[in-house]
């Protein structure tokens, strides 16, 4: 019978031995886990941060630090609401979306850094549990001076085609293959033909005489 209580005590301690070797082979991949992500979180090229549902900061990296001229410690002591140029409407539709999906992506934000200074950001959210808790990440993208560019190009062909239109000669322009791709007022006055009818069709077979300038 001790034979039989030894035998028994020496399994159940080595069963113990196996669950407390499990149990620190999971926190062991946890741990490296949590080591890995961490080392992408802070080594990613955009911000990003996690927050609380009320939008109390959690965590963020440097990136997004810099991004919004804050120091960590200042930070911490924030709400995300305060980066939002318009709070009430931009924060409570991405919620919505978030409460809807899950998650949103590429999702455009009219924000604010420490100095007053907007930045126009896209994001990309998501519900995650951390710390037992459901928690918003989000990445963001400064794209600020790709808007600045963006409106700049779009003002110049604006500037352009105004000033293409207002010409008194006409002006016509074809691609390689002949096809017209601009066609001014005074191309219109000229020829009776509106530009809804020209652009998009062969010069050569719209206006025939002008088959004698083919290159």
Request: proline share 2%.
């Amino acid at each position: 019978e001790i034979g039989f209580l030894a035998e028994k005590f020496d399994s159940m301690t080595a069963k113990l031995a196996q669950s407390r070797q499990k149990s620190l082979d999971r926190e062991d991949a946890l741990e490296k886990s949590e080591t890995k992500y961490r080392s992408l979180f802070d080594l990613a090229p955009d911000g990003i941060c996690i927050t609380k549902m009320d939008g109390n900061f959690i965590s963020f990296n440097e990136v997004f630090c810099k991004m919004f001229k804050y120091k960590a410690k200042q930070l911490l002591k924030m709400n995300s609401r305060a980066l939002y140029k318009n709070p009430e409407a931009d924060r409570k539709i991405l919620l919505e979306a978030l409460e809807k999906t899950g998650e949103v992506k590429n999702f455009q934000l009219s924000l604010v850094d420490r100095t007053g200074k907007d930045i126009v950001a896209t994001t990309s959210s998501t519900l995650l549990e951390y710390e037992g808790e459901t928690c918003i990440e989000t990445i963001l993208r400064d794209v600020s001076e790709e808007r600045k560019r963006e409106r700049e190009i779009s003002f110049l062909k604006s500037y352009l085609s105004n000033m293409i239109e207002s010409m008194p000669s006409v002006l016509i322009s074809i691609d390689q293959n002949g096809m017209i791709n601009q066609w001014n007022k005074s191309a219109c006055d000229a020829f009776d033909i509106p530009a809804d009818k020209a652009i998009g069709k062969n010069l050569f077979h719209l206006l025939p005489t002008f088959d004698a300038y083919r290159t």
